[in-house]
């Protein structure tokens, strides 16, 4: 039968009957109460009749709506609402939405059944593409393949906004998005399963963000282009700290992503919340994260037991000449990795690049990895470890660390982008790690070598090369394995002339400028040394003094140092053995008992000093088969040791 309304028509078909709408211009607004398809043919377009919430309204399950122009002239809110809480075979396909005031589409809060919003056009003069409340029970969301907005005219708020979800899935895939706010949004996650894929998105705010994910949640962020212009790429748990914005007893994947940029913010950024209750965060094999201040950054409220894998982002090639990197991971004005407050983390086989400060940056933990890195081109450490429990750094390669500034930097901040904090730029930078009072949350075993006794810092079978400062400074720590170390170049990375930090003295053009101490191959000052006023902030005396510490340097190789090539500062038990020192500015090997401290410590490079000797325990050193040459300095140099042997040197 012919109807000139399409309501006319859904009064009189019978259910699970399907309605042919033909070219025209139907100005109604259509309630659609009972299972059927309506499909355009041609052109047809629907107008309002009258303002109000919806062009369409849908209460009745098994309804397909394909393909319609639905045009709310400014008018009314919302293309379709399904206010049917079964939503049971509600399929959304091939239809155009346009000039609505919130949404084309409102899914309104269900409780089970499956709902599909395929390959529908979404034109920007709208807040929202699509927009859901409270998913639970069951009901199980597929968006794919679906155009919200465009470059040229963006949605004005959200291409996709998921309300909570109860026990419920999601699939977000194959989209491209153009927001002015957030492109996918995702609002409290609790036992449900998200999947977000396959999408471009370009927004202003974050590309994709989740408010709270919990209650053995599964959300995996895969295949995607995410490029946030003002924003985030990806972020977690926006907003103040609340139960509302944890990631608790759930599973978040990052993973196989080509691209995610934070031109505003972070590349990703899991901050604030509270990880706690087993969260396990993935991100692994992205080709490329950017973001304009940490590349990546991790943060839990309350160290509540969180795991973080962070794996295999960019591309290292091992070449004839070395390894090179393409893509991989970038923080502008920050970080590569930052992670702080974490029980355990991995960093492994990325590439990490061009950085205003650390590559990896982890604070307060309870055991991390970091290996198999690639990192080059930092403003400060290569990668850089504070308070915690146990280390294992092992296999990696840093280059050019301290002094490289990747965006003009204000003069006011050049003290700390051309030369790294106040310990200077090493290429690896540990303080505070493997003390007793911060053993709690450490595991009890390590990954070092088994025929050695237990480490929590092991540093092992890195290449340094050209650094502002130190290769290797260990400050105020456990117990301390330095094994297989390539390090070359220390100390050689200038900072050019003319760009003084402010209250530095420019010795020479170019001149030096890192810690104190000056540029040494390894640094290791223990933590029963008697930390002298200028230290008094940095490492309080609790933690500072009256820790016996055992520190092994063995089989590393240096060639190019500044100032020492191997210097230790009030280390009890120590072994230096079979290591290769060439071509030191200062001593080859400079080892001093009693927790030591430079009365007067030097500001340039090479020379001596004098020492304030403070009684301490016990300080045993053997420094044996090792081999120094074209040293500016002695080639070993050693004081305030109960017990020395000095045997089978070169």
Known sequence: QNHTLIKEAIDLVNPHGQIFVNDGLYTENILVDKSLKLTGLGTAVLNPEFAGDALMTITASDVNID???????????????????????????????????KSAILLKATQGGNMLIRGNTIEGSMNQGIQTGTLQKGTYLTIDNNTFGSEADPLNYIGVDIGRLRNSSVYISGNDVYAKNRGISVTNTKSSTVEIDHNLVRSTLAAVNFHGIEGGSEVAIHDNDLVSSHGTGVQFNTGPVNPSNNISASTVSVYDNSNIEGNGGYGIDVFPGELSGDAVINITNNETIKGKFDGIYVYDANLGGVSVNIADNGTITDTPDGLVGSNGITGLQGDGVALYNISSSLVTGNYIHDVARDGVHVDNFGHTEVSHNLIENTGDDGIEVLNGGTVDIHENTLRNIGGTPVLPIAPAAKAEILSGDSWGADGIHIQNVGLPILMDSAPESSSGPSEIPFYPVLIQGNKVDTTTDDGIQVLYSGDAYIANNNLSNIGSLFVPSGASPAGAEEISDPYYYGDSWGADGIHVIAPDSSAPTVFSEIEPEETAIGTVNKTTIVNNTMNGVLDDGIETVGVNDLLIDSNTVNNVGDDGINILGFGGFSVDPPTSSGGDSEFLVLPGSSYNAVVTNNTVSNAGGDGIQSAGYDTLDVSDNN
């Open 67 to 101: 393909p319609l122009i639905f045009d709310g002239l400014g008018i009314v809110k919302h293309g379709i609402v399904s206010n049917n809480i079964g939503n049971h075979g509600l399929i959304v396909e091939g239809n155009t939405f346009r000039n609505f005031k």
